[in-house]
């Protein structure tokens, strides 16, 4: 939790004294959590290197991060990563591995340490019981984890597996340090994270080479809109230092939802081969759409307390509320 993360930040920085820096993204504006990804991890960020930390700044040697960075981030400039606290999901854990489990320039090891809470296996203590109830209730996600027994208990019945964090605690207290192998582990958390999203991720994975070229070719500005029972909203894709972010927008250009709540806005705006266009008459005009779109910016350039002029806009589309 939050408190726990600036804690955690404060005694890091105490017990080193000044020779290692810890930063935490909790609390912290939308630009001063982008500032502290590009400073942690500039390659991974594909900053610039004249826009790297230099001398007078010195880069972040360690970053505590809260759970909104479990999944979409790259911070794989970092060989280690430690869970101070055990998710209550495999899923989050695969997600959280994701982050530095990502293509990179050489060889190297990866290290992964899990701190397990004392009370872990303690079924004296409700704590236990109600994490046991709780992922027993995700029968869902079973099938993603056929592959790692680790991480699954046999009941007694054979056709029904019980995903248990609790026994991966066990296993991984009693074991110290596993291998992992990497292509087992990199299916795995592909896996998962279909789990998590199962539209936008699924499609992305199902589009060819050809067709990803001729996406990736487009110019940027490019519009389109489509009818929605809901509500009517502007969808942006936004660059902002070189990183895009997908934000959603109410009629006067108010943001709904920010690029933390990405899964439910590419869900919203998904569209299948047959999705119609919206109707001419509801369809903005090209001054409408202008003026809707600079309104979203500046109200997200404002959010962000960054300068607008260095966000731009890739793509929109109009939802508009069908009659």
């Known amino acids: 939790n939050i408190a726990s993360a600036e804690a955690l930040t404060e005694a890091i920085n105490n017990h080193f004294n000044g020779g290692i820096r810890a930063e935490t993204t909790a609390r912290q504006s939308g630009s001063k959590v982008d500032y502290l990804l590009r400073t942690f991890a500039p390659v991974a960020n594909d ?3 004249e826009e790297r930390p230099n001398t007078d700044e010195r880069s972040i040697d360690v970053l505590v991060a809260t759970g909104a960075l479990a999944e979409g981030f790259n911070l794989q400039d ?4 430690i869970n101070y606290d055990l998710s209550w999901t495999v899923l989050t ?9 990502r293509p990179w320039h050489e060889p190297r090891e990866i290290h ?5 809470p004392s009370t872990m296996n303690d079924t004296r203590i409700q704590m236990a019981l109600n994490w046991r109830n709780r992922l027993l209730d995700r029968n869902r996600q079973y099938a993603a984890f056929a592959d790692i027994p680790v991480m699954l208990e046999e009941t007694r019945d054979k056709s029904d597996r019980a995903l248990e964090m609790f026994a991966l605690a066990t296993h991984l207290t009693a074991e110290q340090e596993i291998t992992l192998d990497l292509d087992e582990t990199l299916r795995f958390m592909e896996r998962t994270e279909g789990l998590k999203t199962s539209s936008f991720l699924t499609d992305l994975a199902l589009i060819d080479e050809k067709e990803r070229s001729r996406i990736e070719g487009l110019p940027a500005g490019f519009r389109s809109a489509r009818e929605t029972s809901h509500s009517t909203a502007l969808f942006l894709l936004l660059r902002y230092r070189r990183r895009p972010y997908a934000a959603l927008f109410n009629r006067n ?7 933390e709540a990405r899964d439910r806005i590419m869900d919203g705006i998904r569209c299948e081969e047959e999705t119609p266009l919206a109707r001419a008459s509801l369809y903005p005009t090209d001054d409408e759409f202008d003026q809707w779109i600079e309104r979203a910016r500046q109200a997200w350039a404002e959010e962000h307390k960054c300068d607008a002029r260095d966000v ?7 939802l508009m509320h069908a009659q």
Request: glycine content about 6%; cysteine-free; hydrophobic content about 55%.
């Open 47 to 49: 900053v610039a290197p």
């Open 78 to 81: 970092a060989p280690v990563l």
């Open 93 to 101: 854990l695969a997600q959280r591995m994701g982050r530095i489990l």
């Open 112 to 116: 992964i340490y899990n701190l397990i």
């Open 253 to 259: 250009g108010d943001l709904i939802y920010d690029h």
């Open 312 to 318: 731009t806009y890739i793509a929109a589309m109009a």
